[in-house]
């Protein structure tokens, strides 16, 4: 049987098909009941059919393919059944591992109406395995388009538009040699496969929209090498599993891949050093509801490691992706409630699918030049509006709320922006003047990404991102308290909503990497704020880089050490502000018996967690990294007086609930955010102000210190230095540990060199003996040349000799072969006229002439009469002529045996010349030139020229 395949006419055919039977059927859509149909027709058929199967590319059909399944018999090329394809409900191929793996089976319904519907379960064979996949790729293929009639049940009805999403996950599984699959492990979005293991694909779809629709089964698992690839280059991978998980909402499919096929090759073949490979997967699913399949195809990267590769650092999280499918009703019917009502009913046709990568490429709207920022979760600053967030009810904002565009309306500060980044690119170490002005009026969304990066000067950040690498395979003490707060950080967020999802995953990686880098403050509620709204704008490992800026250079991790001592100080700047600045205000709180530190400590929470929308908060950070950590001053104080009145008319609880709750809805639009950054840019804080405040509060703390008792002093000094006496401690032992292992890794290394400085003098000794026996070689060689050249001299002069002997010998028989050919030449010319004279005598007598035919040819009659009435002179001429004529063909004789003595001649001397020639050309010859030049040389001889 020949592989299947081939077009006719708007059809798929197939050949060595073998028809087995139908049986009637109760639930077409039963795997279950098709199975059992299928084994017991295999097991028990007699007289199976051979067939041949044409299957139309499309529903709709075309001029001989109407959209029918035909049975053609091959012998007489008639049809033996037909079936409508879309009456065609379910296909299913036999289970891999059993007999009945290279059998397929369809169902199909019959009857006009749905109460009299029958439904039929249709077996076949095949005479080779692949060509069960390929035939149920080709029932996919037929039921990508409807046709028009079976969707348009009448015009009267409004169509209307509806979109389903759905989570696609893809994890790839390796064979581990021990009789099961582990996962591929993943680096930045980059699967990481090795050489010459069978894989296995494996993807989990659930639907997360509102629109619920149930996915029937899968109706083939495709991948191929590469991006943007078309329909007809993917290839069908082998199912081994589909169906919902447990809880019914997670419809997983598995596949085994077969890394060996020519078409894979790509990915069997290890991929060079800082390069990676493409590849798609798609499946293609039945969807209740929607008659013709649904492909999610999913573009990703990898890179191909050796055989034995071991991975150390990797996630092994799932690629996830959000695919949109917008849907339109064709009717008012439903889809069949039950398995016995009318299959063919269709309700929704898919009018586009979509994937949320696509999405976002649509919606970026510009990219200047030297935007380094291409970070997958882009959608991520496209945060969609909750529904709380318009409401102005006691509920506070969720964290990660508020939309953020990347349109920028005006063109002349975008135009500004690029001048000053193409000015800030050639001169890293000096930012431009320009700056400070342009981050007051708020950085271009698309642009704080590599912004931020500059401002906190993180444009050489490699030994940074390294250490990244490797802090986040090591364990920290504070990784429960990290997983609690990821999951309350940016809940409104798509990014971070997702419990396990890829942003939820990065967060905690840098969270976690952080406490152990920083190991003094370790983790502390606020950093996986800040960390989450940098991982909205780069990839993790920059977003790491710039927190450890921003916590080391911006002095905001001195807020956290000691006590919390900086932090205390920053309350008691930000009342004396307060008093000075706001005396009504500050004079109101107090009235109410609310403590500024109450105030302030409200304040920072409501920053470090983000009650505010993003973009505000993306606002208050380009000021932060522009000018500094003061800014933070001139957004309260912002934010006070914006508020002044509200606060002014509110008791105490009303007070407390305004922060939380009202405070920041009032900066719900772009409008409000950009006047209060204009608000907190024109405070009047200035650093000579904090200054003074510091050292009140400086002054005042030591007034306390002298005024508290000095037990109790002495006792919290004592409990402070025996906390640091632990940590030194602490970090003591650990320097030990790190001491001894460096001691047990110098004596390991210290070992091997040894063995390599003994094997080095072993070596070395038999480098020596070598060299020796190599010198003594060479003497000994050296004789042998100079006796060889003595020899070689002999012998040339004895070729010279015979030369010049040969020379001598062919010249005379050149000469002897000139004389023989020009004696040849002059008797021929004598034959020649003695023969042309005769035959003009012959031809002057009227009788002689008629022996002559007109070509010349001697035609002589055989003589009738007597020869006594002869005449003797012509006898006699008639001998004469016959002499002639034997004299002329001895003369020919001698004249070919002349000729061949000539050629004999002419080949010798060739043959004699060659052999000259060669004897020239041996290499023994030029051996003996060689020798001969370089003795003559040494003689004063010239070499004669030949």
């Not at 399944?69 to 409508?84: E, M, N, Q």
């Not at 920041?664 to 405040?693: G, Q």
């Not at 002349?898 to 290499?923: F, G, M, R």
Request: hydrophobic share 35%.
């Amino acid at each position: 049987m020949s592989l299947p395949g081939n077009m006719d006419e708007g059809y798929t055919t197939f050949n060595g098909v073998t028809y087995l039977g139908c049986a009637l059927v109760n639930a077409p859509r039963s795997e279950v009941e098709i199975y059992r149909n299928m084994s017991i027709l295999n097991e028990q058929s007699k007289q199976a059919i051979p067939i041949e199967l044409y299957i139309p590319r499309t529903s709709e059909g075309n001029v001989r393919a109407d959209g029918v399944v035909r049975l053609v018999d091959p012998g007489t090329d008639s049809d033996i059944a037909c079936y409508k394809i879309h009456r065609i409900l379910f296909c299913a191929r036999g289970p891999s591992d059993s007999d009945e793996k290279m059998c397929f089976a369809f169902t199909c319904s019959h009857g006009d109406s749905p109460d009299s519907a029958i439904f039929q379960c249709h077996v076949f064979r095949c005479e080779i395995q692949e060509a069960v996949a390929k035939i149920l790729y080709s029932f996919a293929t037929s039921f990508r388009r409807l046709p028009k009639a079976a969707v348009r049940t009448a015009s009267s009805i409004s169509e209307a538009e509806v979109t389903a999403i759905f989570s696609v996950n893809l994890e790839f599984k390796e064979d581990d040699g021990k009789g099961s699959y582990s996962t591929c492990p993943k680096d930045k979005n980059i699967f990481k496969f090795r050489c010459d293991y069978d894989k296995k694909i494996v993807i989990s779809v659930t639907q997360t929209g509102n629109k619920e629709l149930r996915i029937e089964r899968c109706f083939g698992l495709l991948l191929s090498p590469g991006r943007n690839v078309k329909d007809g280059d993917m290839h069908l991978i082998e199912m081994n599993s589909m169906g919902y998980s447990s809880d019914g909402r997670t419809y997983t499919i598995s596949g085994n891949w077969d890394i060996s096929e020519d078409c894979f090759k790509v990915l069997n073949s290890e991929t060079p050093k800082d390069t990676r490979v493409f590849l798609t997967v798609a499946v293609d699913l039945v969807i209740c509801g929607i008659q013709e399949p649904v492909r999610f195809g999913i573009e990703t990267k990898a890179k191909i490691f050796p055989h034995n590769e071991r991975f150390w650092y990797f996630t092994k999280k799932p690629h996830q992706e959000l695919f949109h499918v917008k849907l339109k009703l064709n009717c008012g019917i439903g889809m069949p409630k039950t398995e016995t009502d009318a299959p063919d009913v269709v309700q929704y046709e898919v009018v586009e699918v979509q994937s949320q990568t696509q999405i976002d490429r649509q919606k970026a709207g510009m990219s200047l030049q030297g935007l380094k920022h291409n970070r997958q979760m882009s959608e991520g600053v496209h945060s969609p509006q909750e529904p709380e967030e318009e409401s102005d009810g006691d509920e506070p904002l969720l964290s990660g709320s508020g939309m953020v565009s990347k349109e920028v309306m005006d063109d002349n500060l975008l135009e500004a922006w690029h001048d000053v980044l193409v000015k800030w690119q050639q001169n890293l170490s000096q930012r431009p003047k320009q700056v400070q002005q342009l981050a007051r009026k708020g950085i271009p969304e698309a642009l704080r990404g590599e912004v931020w990066q500059l401002l906190a000067g993180c444009h050489d950040n490699s030994e940074l991102m390294e250490a990244y690498r490797i802090l986040i395979t090591k364990d920290s003490p504070t990784e429960g308290v990290i997983q609690r707060d990821i999951n309350r950080t940016f809940p409104a967020h798509t990014f971070f909503k997702q419990s396990g999802g890829l942003g939820q995953d990065s967060l905690y990686r840098i969270c976690k990497a952080y406490s152990v880098y920083d190991e003094e403050i370790g983790y502390v509620q606020g950093l996986s704020f800040l960390s989450a709204a940098l991982l909205l704008h780069m990839p993790e490992e920059q977003a790491f880089a710039v927190l450890v800026k921003i916590c080391f250079d911006y002095e905001l991790r001195d807020l956290f050490k000691q006590g919390f001592e900086v932090l205390h100080l920053k309350f008691y700047q930000l009342e004396r502000l307060m008093q000075d600045l706001m005396s009504d205000l500050f004079e109101h709180f107090t009235e109410m018996g609310l403590e500024i530190h109450m105030f302030a400590s409200q304040w920072f929470l409501t920053l470090f967690t983000a009650k505010f929308p993003l973009f505000l908060v993306f606002h208050i950070l380009d000021l932060f990294l522009c000018e500094g950590k003061d800014i933070i001053f001139n957004v309260a104080m912002a934010l006070l007086k914006m508020s002044r009145k509200d606060l002014l008319a509110l008791d105490f609880e009303g007070i407390l609930k305004y922060f939380r709750v009202h405070m920041p809805k009032k900066y719900r639009t772009e409008e409000a955010a950009r006047e209060l950054m204009a608000a907190a840019v024109n405070a009047k804080v200035t650093s000579k102000k904090l200054k003074k405040y510091e050292k009140e509060y400086i002054t005042m703390k030591e007034q306390e210190m002298q005024q508290e008792d000095p037990i109790e002093r002495m006792e919290r000094e004592n409990k402070r230095l025996v906390e640091d006496n632990m940590r030194l401690e602490q970090e003591n032992d650990d320097l030990a540990h790190e001491l001894v292992d460096s001691k047990l890794t110098l004596k390991s290394e210290l070992d091997e060199v040894q063995d390599q400085n003994k094997e080095m003098k072993t070596d070395l000794a038999k480098s020596k003996k070598l060299l020796k026996d190599t010198q003594e070689e060479k003497q000994r060689l050296e004789v042998e040349t100079q006796q060889v050249k003595e020899m070689c001299r002999k012998e040339l002069d004895r070729l010279e000799s015979e030369n010049s002997r040969n020379t001598v010998i062919v010249a005379d028989y050149k000469q002897i072969c000139t004389q023989l050919s020009e004696r040849l030449e002059k008797q021929q010319t004598a034959h020649r006229e003695e023969l042309s004279r005769i035959k003009s005598l012959v031809k002057s007598c009227e009788t002689c002439s008629k022996m002559f035919d007109a070509d010349g040819k001697v035609n002589l009659p055989e003589p009738k009469m007597d020869p006594e009435k002869l005449n003797p002179k012509i006898v006699d001429l008639q001998q004469q002529i016959r002499e002639l004529e034997l004299e002329l063909a001895q003369t020919k004789l001698a004249l070919v045996e002349s000729e061949c003595k000539t050629q004999d001649l002419t080949h010798s001397l060739n043959a004699a010349v060659s052999e000259i020639q060669a004897s020239k050309n041996t290499w023994f010859t030029k051996t003996l030139n060689s020798i001969k030049e370089v003795a003559n040389t040494h003689t004063g001889k010239k070499e004669p020229k030949d």
